[in-house]
C-alpha cells in the first residue's frame, strides 16, 4: 500500500516538474527577447578549434571599423600570434600606432611607435569622451563581451544564448525604420536583438565596407561573423589550450579510473563475500 | 584522536614517533589503526571528496592570491591578467572558480546522505554540528571569494546580500552600525573589496581546523553505515586501508574527471554572464541573483514579505538543521527502515531543489499557466512553507509514528544473510 502511494507520488512529482519545466523554459531565455539565429561555430564544441582566417578577417573588421569607437584594453599586440602572424607581422603591426613616451626637455609629449607588448590603444582618452562622442552613449570595451552577453544553462541547454550569435544578431538585425508604435528618439536605431530594441549605436556594416586582404566577399553577415569570431577569442584566448589540455586530463582520468575500478575490486573481493566472517 | 597501536619497524621512524606520535595519529585516523564499518556504499565516498577540494580550494586560492590585486581599480583587471598572462593562470582560476561550485555538490550531498541514514543521531549530534559550522563557513566564504573578481555581479550581489544585516535594526542606528561595519564605508567599495579579501584567505583555515575536529568527532563513536546499526563485533568493521582508501581513491579518480569536464569544456557555466562586466555602481543588473547554492535559501527571504522576518527565515532555513537530531524522534537511524521518512525526503529534496529553480525567476515570472498564472513569488510561498514544515510538523510525527521495517541484528550478520539470498 505504501509503496504504491510512494510509486504515485514520485510519478506525480516528476510528471508535475516536467510540465512545470517545459511551462517555463519558454520565457526562461536571458537577455534577447528575439530569437537568435544559431550559427555553427567552427571553435564550438569540445573539439572546436579558431578558424584563423576568420579570426584575421575579424581583426581587420575591428581595426577598419569597431575601433574608431571601441576599446579592446585587454589585449596585446604580441596576442594575435593566435591568429596566425609570425613575430615580424605582428611588430608591423604594432608600428602603426603611436604611445605616449614620456616628455622631452622642453616638457612636450614625446610618442615612440608601437611594441608587440603594448596593449591596442583606446579610441578615447575616458568614458567622458566617449560619451560626448557618442551622444551620451558609453561603446563597451571589446575585451569580453564575447562572454558577458552570452547566457549558458546547464540544464535548459537549449535555452543558451551564445555570446557570438548575440553578436551577430546585433549586428545584422538594425531596421531602417522603428515599426509602427515604436517611438525612435533622437540618435536612436531599432534593433531586433537589443534588449528593449533602442541601441545608440549606429548600423556599423554595410556590404563592402572593408575589402578583405585574402578575398572572401564581405557581406554584412560574413563581417559580423568573422568579428564575433574574434570578439570570441579576445574573450576567452586560451580556448584552444584548454580544450587540447583536458582531453588529455580526461583521458588520463579515465584510464586511471578504469584502473582504480579494478584495484578496489580486487582489494575487497574476500570482504564482499563475507569469507573473513563467514 | 584516540590511542593507537602503530608500531614502527625502522628504528628512525620509531625514535621520531616516541618523540612526537604524528605517524600513529594518521594510522588511527585514515590508516589501518582506524575501523570502518564494512557495509559502507558510494554515498559515503563524499566526506573524503569534501576534504580533497577543500585541499583544491586552498592550493589554487594560494596561487591566485600571488597574482591578485584586492583593490577596486584593479580587481577586475588583475583576474583578467591571470587568465591571459599568467602561464596556466586560466586553469588554475577555472580550477578555483568550478572547484567552489563542485565543493558544494560535494557537500550538499554529504549531508543530504546523513540525513537519509540518520548519521546526525545520537551519539553523533556534535560530529553534525560540526558539520553544520563547516557549512555555515563555506557559505561565507564562497560569498566573498565571489566578490573577488569584482565584476557586476560580485559589486551587486555583495551589495544585496549585505544589506540583509541592515535588517537587524533593534535599535535606533543598530542596523545602519551594522553595515558600516561590513562595508568600512557607506556603500560597498575599497574597504569592503578589501576586508572581504581578508577573510576570504582566513576563513578556509578556519575551516580546516573544524575539519580536524570534525574528523575527531567521527571517530569517538566511528562512521554511521546505511544500516544505522552500531557496528559492535569485528566482523561488522574493517579497517579503513586498504578497503576504504581504495574505494576513496577510485571515488576520487571518478569525480576528477567530472570536474575536469567542467574546468575544460563549461568552465563558465556555473557562473553569471555579468560578472565580466567591471562592477559599476552606476548600473544596476536586471537581475541580481546569488550564486547557485545559495538559491534555495534567496527564495525564502523573497517569500515573506517583510525583511526582519524575511532574513530570519532565511538563516532559520539553515540554521533549523542544528535541531534535526531532537526533531528526529525515531529509535532507528537509517531511512532505509523508514519508508515514509524516505518518502518525505526525497519530497524535501525536491522542494528544496526547486526552490533553488525559483531563486532564479523575477518575482512575478509566471510559474504554471493555469488559474490566471500562478507566480513565482506564490510557488515560492508554497515551497518555503513546506520547507520548514517538513522540519516543525513532518519530520517530528513521522519519526515518532510510522511503522518500520524489522532491522538486521547486526551488520555481519546482513552481510551473510545477503549472500545467503544471492
Given at each position: 500500500m505504501l509503496n504504491r502511494l510512494k510509486n504515485i507520488g514520485l510519478m506525480t512529482l516528476a510528471v508535475s516538474a516536467l510540465t512545470i519545466g517545459g511551462l517555463t523554459s519558454a520565457n526562461a531565455a536571458g537577455a534577447s527577447a528575439y530569437p537568435l539565429k544559431e550559427y555553427d561555430w567552427?571553435?564550438?564544441?569540445?573539439f572546436g578549434m579558431f578558424d584563423k582566417p576568420s579570426l584575421q578577417r575579424g581583426l581587420q573588421v575591428y581595426k577598419e571599423v569597431c575601433a574608431s569607437c571601441h576599446s579592446l584594453d585587454m589585449v596585446a599586440f604580441r596576442e594575435l600570434k593566435a591568429l596566425g602572424y609570425n613575430v615580424d607581422e605582428i611588430k608591423a603591426f604594432a608600428a602603426e600606432y603611436e604611445f605616449p613616451n614620456g616628455f622631452d626637455d622642453e616638457g612636450e609629449e614625446k610618442y615612440r611607435k608601437g611594441f608587440p607588448q603594448d596593449y591596442f590603444p583606446a579610441p578615447y582618452g575616458n568614458e567622458e569622451d566617449a560619451r560626448d562622442a557618442n551622444n551620451g552613449a558609453f561603446p563597451p570595451d571589446f575585451s569580453l563581451l564575447g562572454k558577458s552577453r552570452e547566457h549558458l544553462s546547464l540544464f535548459t541547454p537549449w535555452n543558451s544564448i551564445y555570446g557570438e550569435d548575440y553578436i551577430v544578431g546585433i549586428l545584422n538585425t538594425y531596421h531602417e525604420d522603428a515599426p509602427e508604435g515604436v517611438e525612435l528618439p533622437e540618435g536612436m536605431n531599432y534593433n531586433e536583438a537589443f534588449s528593449g530594441n533602442l541601441i545608440a549605436m549606429a548600423p556599423p556594416l554595410f556590404d563592402d565596407i572593408v575589402e578583405y586582404a585574402d578575398g572572401t566577399p564581405a557581406t554584412t553577415e560574413q563581417m559580423a561573423k568573422d568579428v564575433a569570431t574574434f570578439m570570441y577569442w579576445a574573450a576567452e584566448p586560451k580556448m584552444e589550450v584548454r580544450k587540447k589540455m583536458g582531453l588529455k586530463v580526461i583521458i588520463f582520468m579515465s584510464i586511471l579510473t578504469i584502473m582504480l575500478y579494478f584495484v578496489n575490486k580486487r582489494v575487497w573481493r574476500k570482504i564482499k563475500k563475507g569469507d573473513d566472517i563467514a | 584522536m584516540g590511542s593507537s597501536n602503530y608500531q614502527p619497524t625502522n628504528k628512525a621512524v620509531k625514535w621520531f614517533e616516541d618523540r612526537l606520535p604524528i605517524l600513529g595519529l594518521m594510522h588511527s585516523t585514515l590508516g589501518a589503526g582506524y575501523l570502518a564499518p564494512r557495509n559502507l556504499n558510494y554515498w559515503w565516498n563524499f566526506g573524503s571528496l569534501a576534504g580533497f577540494m577543500l585541499l583544491v580550494q586552498i592550493i589554487t586560492g594560494v596561487i591566485l592570491v600571488m597574482h591578485y590585486?584586492?583593490?577596486?581599480?584593479m580587481a577586475f583587471r588583475a583576474v583578467e591578467h591571470i587568465m591571459r598572462d599568467v602561464n596556466y593562470g586560466w586553469l588554475i582560476r577555472y580550477t578555483h572558480s568550478n572547484g567552489a561550485s563542485m565543493f558544494f555538490v560535494v557537500v550538499y550531498i554529504h549531508i543530504l546522505r546523513g540525513m537519509y541514514f540518520g548519521s546526525y543521531k545520537s551519539p553523533r549530534e556534535v560530529l553534525w554540528f560540526l558539520g553544520l559550522v563547516i557549512y555555515l563557513l563555506m557559505m561565507a566564504t564562497g560569498f566573498m571569494g565571489y566578490v573577488l573578481p569584482w565584476g557586476q555581479m560580485s559589486f551587486w550581489g555583495a551589495t544585496v546580500i549585505t544589506n540583509l544585516f541592515g535588517a537587524f535594526d533593534f535599535y535606533e542606528g543598530m542596523g545602519e552600525s551594522i553595515l558600516h561595519l561590513l562595508w568600512g564605508g557607506f556603500a560597498v567599495d575599497n574597504p569592503t573589496l578589501q576586508r572581504f579579501f581578508s577573510l576570504h584567505y582566513l576563513l578556509p583555515f578556519v575551516i580546516v581546523g573544524v575539519v580536524i575536529l570534525h574528523i575527531w568527532a567521527l571517530h569517538l563513536p566511528g562512521s554511521n553505515n546505511p544500516l544505522g546499526i552500531d557496528a559492535k563485533g569485528p566482523g561488522d568493521k574493517i579497517p579503513f586501508h586498504p578497503y576504504y582508501t581504495a574505494k576513496d581513491l577510485f571515488g576520487l579518480s571518478f569525480f576528477i574527471v567530472i570536474l575536469a569536464i567542467f574546468i575544460f569544456y563549461m568552465p563558465n557555466i556555473m557562473g553569471h554572464p555579468d560578472n565580466y562586466i567591471e562592477a559599476n555602481p552606476m548600473l544596476t543588473p536586471a537581475h541580481i541573483v546569488p550564486e547557485w547554492y545559495y538559491l534555495p535559501f534567496y527564495t525564502i527571504l523573497k517569500a515573506v514579505p517583510d525583511k526582519l522576518f524575511g532574513v530570519i527565515a532565511m538563516f532559520a532555513s539553515i540554521l533549523i538543521f542544528f535541531v534535526l537530531p531532537w526533531l528526529d524522534g525515531s529509535k532507528i537511524r537509517s531511512a532505509k527502515f523508514r519508508p515514509t521518512t524516505a518518502f518525505f525526503f526525497w519530497l524535501f529534496l525536491l522542494n528544496t531543489l526547486y526552490l533553488g529553480y525559483l531563486g532564479t525567476k523575477l518575482p512575478d515570472e509566471i510559474m504554471i499557466d493555469m488559474a490566471g498564472g500562478i507566480d513565482a513569488l506564490t510557488m515560492g510561498r508554497i515551497s518555503s512553507v513546506f520547507y520548514f514544515a517538513y522540519f516543525i510538523v513532518i519530520v517530528p510525527l513521522v519519526s515518532r509514528m510510522e511503522s518500520t521495517k524489522p532491522v538486521p541484528t547486526s551488520i555481519s550478520q546482513s552481510v551473510l544473510d545477503a549472500n545467503k539470498k544471492g
Open positions: 567552427p571553435h564550438a564544441g569540445p | 590585486t584586492p583593490h577596486v581599480d
